[in-house]
């Protein structure tokens, strides 16, 4: 994933009016990093991904809970990884 697609999937995010797009989407990027380098192949590596992206986007200012969901789903898409979790 290029820093170019989650800018342009946090684009559509509704966020606060005090908050930077931007910023959100750099610091995104940087915990995502780690992630595109070594791959995500458990369930718990999936989990805890998805938990702290969920927590940036609610920090970063995302006002709708329903867009949260599918931002976060957008950006594990766009990263590449499989869905395990079967919860």
Known sequence: MHMETLLEIVERAPLEDCRSVEILAANLYK???PYIEKG???AEE???FCSMIDV???EGGLTNQNAR???L???YDA???PHIYKG
Do not use: P, V
Request: cysteine-free; charged content about 25%.
């Open 46 to 48: 999936e989990l805890d």
């Open 31 to 33: 915990k995502i990093a």
């Open 79 to 81: 990263a590449g990884f």
């Open 40 to 42: 995500i192949s458990t």
């Open 69 to 71: 969901a599918e931002i």
């Open 56 to 58: 940036m986007l609610d």
């Open 73 to 75: 789903n957008q950006i």
